[in-house]
């Protein structure tokens, strides 16, 4: 049905943001908004062919039916290379679609002249080419993440159907989740992206674990029953048990997702849907198809013989061993955990976010390598501050005057000619000025600084009734972090108090959920100063493969935060519920401690493996703010599972001890009725 419907993408105007987006909305209006442009670079210039090369690809694409306009051929200033200039009809949108064609044109004169490099770069071709990187990626990703999944699950279960059942489920989510999702574009516009990646990042990583859960309890119940218990009834008793706790993990992560429609952001706000709908989709699967098919497959679902002499083998008590020294320790314990994840977190504090663009994505983008050489001959052509101004139609005189009053003041800062315009009926005017530098770059933000705070007002600014803003790509780059870092708090704010609420009402305790949040802001904000040491230096380059930019994705930090609240709610839902269901059979709590960590360390150890094969899979995609992602979400969850639920939990709990569970009073033990030969869960450590 989705593919027969289609997609609902969002308006230009949905992207627009501070004053950069008000300078583009004035342009917009009056039709006045620079049109998408294409550049062709030709060299060796000083062939015969160079110039015949320029004729043909002029009068080629000067047929097509997107090009508005192609300019005369221009030298470059060393004489080296000749530039073909193509402006495209339309918006950015159009651009991307109608520039095939110019591409094509131009890939057919090239190969006609292999002695010359002719080559093509521009808004529309880069976006396009960044893309084909970025699904390349993900397949590559795909590639890696699919069959060490299947080999993780397997070495958990000892069964090849038990490993492909919860790697099965996950990927119908998956799928059925992209086509939810496609539908729910037209209430929600999809802003593309990294909205698929993030889809297949999440619904991989829940849908797997909640099936681990699941299949983990089965089992659990039924080597407790001693063999009592049918095949069947086991699974009944784990829709009972790990059930409620996938409902309650799905609960957290929709908690944390949606705090990133706060931010107003269509890019953010098409993540949060499609990570909703994969997350409804995957408990949905769990608790529904996964205990059918569970049945279906009865006992071809069980350990080989292999696998089942290895568990008896397996040495059953590391786990109770590790935990009972760190409760023979938990303040040295709790010391030295906080005191390493507080000096892991501290490289945060040199945080710098900037948006990646051209200046940063992977040169192995031929659009990318053109668009270097195009900068490096034809400086012009690159970043631009865009002035635009609206008056009357009586001021347009005293606006004109004011323009060029202010490229004058401009003057040493330019890479070339302003370029002022104006529209049909003289009340939008607006003006260009080519600067040497790059968007991203701490030059390019000192050069809008001052536009924007002197020169300005200075010269635009005392015109009567006259409104103006500016925006241009660094404009763009700069307002998006600032509105980025003004809706930060807001967003981990209310996915901060969310987060308290969801814990307090599963497990009716404050304590509680003072501890579960506060371990959340302590390994996430460990992980981030990682995520900063790592990416904002060069030290790493050769390990992870990339090349510094300096700075981190200005989406990471809201992405990052709001991912990882989520789903480290999955291992502290668990252990907490085994914690709380010994206590509640009559063990104290440090003994409910070491019951509660013991039986569930083997699975969320399972599960964290999953779920870092699955986001690392992600640093092998070329574009930076993938990798940054994918890294500090494999590491944060490494880092959560290895330190914070294995060690400073058990630690923290030991020390609080029966205040842990203020204001909730001691349930007594719940008796079943037992078979002759079966201990009930309540009458039998877990293990």
Known sequence: MSAVVGGKAPDNRDFLVGEAGRAEALAMDAGMLPSPRERVLISPADQPEAVAAAREVTGRVRALPGVAEVASAQRSADGGTLLV???????????????????AEVRAVAAARPGLRIEQTGSASNSLGVNKQLSDGLLRAEMITLPVTLLILFVVFGSIVAAGVPLLLALSSVGASMGLYTLASHVFPDAGGAVANVILMIGLAVGVDYSLFYLKRAREERARSRGELTHRAAIELAAATAGRTVVVSGLAVLVAVAGLYLTGD??????????????????????????????????????????????????????????????????????????????????????????????????????????????ARFPAEGVSHLVVVRASPAQAGAVSDALVSLAG???????????????????????????????????????????????????????????????????????????QSAQLPWVLGFVLLLTFLTILVAFRSVVLAVVGTGLNILSAGAAFGVIVAVFQNTWAEGVLGFTS?????????????????????????????????????????REAVVDGISGSANMVSSAAVVMVSVFASFVFID?????????????????????????????????????????????????????????????????
């Open 85 to 103: 200039a193509i402006t495209l009809s339309g918006d950015i949108k159009q651009a991307k679609v109608d520039v095939g064609a110019v591409a």
């Open 266 to 375: 269509i890019v953010f706000s098409s993540i949060a849907t499609g990570s909703i709908i994969v997350v409804l989709v995957s408990v949905a699967s769990s608790l529904t198809v996964l205990p059918a098919l569970l049945v279906v497959f009865g006992r071809r679902a069980d350990p080989g013989r292999v696998a089942r002499r290895w568990g008896r083998s397996g040495g059953g008590q590391v786990w109770p061993r590790m935990v009972r020294a760190v409760l023979r320790r938990p303040a040295v314990t709790l010391l030295v955990g906080v005191t390493a994840l507080v000096v892991m977190a501290l490289p945060a504090a040199g945080l710098r976010l900037k948006v990646e663009g051209n200046e940063t994505f992977s040169r192995a983008i031929p659009e990318m390598q053109a668009y270097d050489r195009l900068v």
């Open 409 to 483: 003041r401009v003057g040493a800062e330019l890479a070339g000619p302003a370029r002022p315009r104006v529209s049909a009926d003289g009340t939008v005017s607006t003006l260009e000025l080519p600067i040497a530098a790059a968007a991203s770059s701490q030059e390019g933000a000192a050069s809008l600084q001052r536009l924007r705070s002197g020169l300005v007002a200075d010269t635009v600014g005392r015109v009567p009734g006259a409104e103006v803003a500016v925006s241009g790509g660094v404009a763009r780059n700069v307002d998006y972090v600032g509105n």
């Open 549 to 589: 930019a300096g700075f981190v994705g200005a989406h990471l930090p809201l992405i990052f935060f709001v991912i990882l609240f989520g789903l480290s709610m999955d291992y502290q839902v668990f252990v907490l519920s085994r914690i709380k269901e010994a206590r509640d059979r009559g063990l104290g709590t």
């Open 623 to 687: 574009q930076l703010e993938m990798k940054q992602i994918g890294f500090g979400l494999a590491f944060a969850v490494l880092l959560d599972a290895a330190v914070v639920r294995i060690l400073i939990l058990p630690a923290l709990l030991a020390l609080l001890g029966e205040r842990t569970w203020w204001p909730s009073r001691r349930r007594r033990a719940v008796e079943r009725p037992e078979r002759p030969g079966f201990q009930s869960p309540a009458s039998t450590p877990s293990r």
